[in-house]
């Protein structure tokens, strides 16, 4: 799999803090069911997390440009999990968040080429069993790279 012509791949640097969070509140408001409050918030404390992850390399993934502009990209980390029976020997998962594509480069394969970039990451750093959270709009898109839905929950305690 391979990027379009004219479009370059490059791994996320620490000067990419801004960037990361603009394409997280741009993907968060795609779904439309966020506030622009909302999301201010979650930016408020979601920066210091990511500066600190991306200063010491815990926070890694990769930015797809053109023309010297970023116009993708995809985040990971690496969490701590019990051995598990889908992973029996590791106490690890990677983890896949803020894929995000600007509108007018859609439909032409760059977050599926992200994905398996960050699969290829996880890969060369010894974990094999990832997970992240998909939109109703691109779970057709992960699960044509194999992946599979799951029984996963949420509670927040108020």
């Known amino acids: 799999m391979d990027l379009p012509k004219g479009y370059r791949l490059r791994a996320v640097r620490e000067m990419d803090l801004d960037l990361i969070c603009a394409q997280r509140e741009l993907m968060f408001s795609d779904g439309g069911k966020r506030t622009r409050e909302s999301l201010e918030k979650m930016t408020t404390y979601f920066r210091p997390w990511l500066q600190e992850r991306l200063a010491d390399g815990r926070y890694f993934g990769f930015i797809v440009e053109r023309n010297g502009e970023p116009v993708a990209g995809v985040g990971q980390w690496i969490i701590d999990w019990a051995p598990h029976f889908h ?72």
């Open 87 to 158: 992973h029996e020997e590791e106490a690890h998962r990677g983890y896949i968040a803020n894929v995000y594509v600007a509108p007018v480069h859609r439909g032409q394969g760059i977050a599926k080429f992200l994905v398996s970039c960050a699969e290829q990451e996880f890969k060369a750093r010894g974990v094999s069993t990832m997970v992240l959270h998909a939109s109703q709009e691109a779970e057709p898109m992960y699960e044509s790279l194999g992946w599979d839905q799951t029984s996963e929950m949420m509670k927040i305690n108020d």
